[in-house]
């Protein structure tokens, strides 16, 4: 098994806790929805809520990179020829790695300052740095996935 499946396959299980969280969210507005009409609201549902799409939207990503499926508007670059296509393909990825890394590393030191601090959501107490270490952690995974595909692309046709 190559670098680039084996990226997958841990890129491939982020992707199903971010499918659950998703399923979560769904679940708990469908119910809160029908729990409001006999006057039961789910306490902190807006909270709930807004840290499942955090984790969707965090935790997809590397797999969406890895399985290719992010869209491209190539309107430029069709036009030119094949080697720099694959030069700016090298350059955009690189240029990715270095952003990943960079929010990686500051949604750890936010993490670090929300865990000193002890800041957690208003009502169900919830902490907020779980999800902040999180995301750092899919952050620096998507840099590392980019990495591979960078390396991928230079094998290729080097």
Same mark, same amino acid.
């Given at each position: 098994?190559?670098?680039?499946?084996?990226?997958?396959?841990? /890129?491939?299980? !982020?992707?199903?806790?971010?499918?659950? &969280? $998703?399923?979560?969210?769904?679940? $708990?507005?469908? &119910?809160?929805?029908? $729990?409001?009409?006999?006057?039961?609201?789910?306490?902190?549902?807006?909270?709930?809520?807004?840290?499942?799409?955090?984790?969707? +939207?965090? %935790?997809?990503?590397?797999?969406?990179? #890895?399985?290719? #499926?992010?869209?491209?508007?190539?309107? !430029?670059?069709? *036009? !030119?020829?094949?080697? +720099?296509? *694959?030069?700016?393909?090298? +350059?955009?990825?690189?240029? @990715?790695?270095?952003?990943?890394?960079?929010?990686?590393? /500051?949604?750890? +030191?936010?993490?670090?300052?929300?865990?000193?601090? @002890?800041?957690?959501?208003?009502?169900?107490?919830?902490?907020?740095?779980?999800?902040?270490? @999180?995301?750092?952690?899919?952050? %620096?995974?998507?840099?590392?996935?980019? $990495?591979?595909?960078?390396?991928?692309?230079?094998? *290729? *046709? #080097?």
């Amino acid at each position: 098994m190559d670098l680039f499946e084996r990226c997958k396959r841990v /890129n491939r299980y !982020l992707y199903l806790i971010g499918g659950f &969280a $998703l399923m979560f969210m769904m679940l $708990l507005t469908v &119910a809160d929805v029908i $729990l409001r009409d006999f006057d039961h609201p789910i306490v902190g549902t807006y909270e709930l809520v807004g840290f499942s799409a955090a984790v969707v +939207i965090g %935790f997809c990503i590397p797999y969406t990179t #890895s399985a290719r #499926s992010h869209i491209t508007v190539d309107f !430029l670059t069709m *036009r !030119l020829s094949a080697g +720099i296509q *694959r030069i700016l393909r090298v +350059i955009t990825r690189l240029l @990715g790695v270095f952003l990943f890394i960079f929010l990686g590393y /500051n949604l750890f +030191i936010m993490g670090a300052d929300l865990w000193r601090s @002890g800041e957690v959501s208003l009502t169900i107490q919830m902490p907020f740095y779980p999800i902040a270490f @999180g995301i750092g952690v899919c952050c %620096f995974l998507q840099a590392f996935t980019q $990495l591979v595909d960078v390396v991928g692309i230079v094998r *290729r *046709r #080097s």
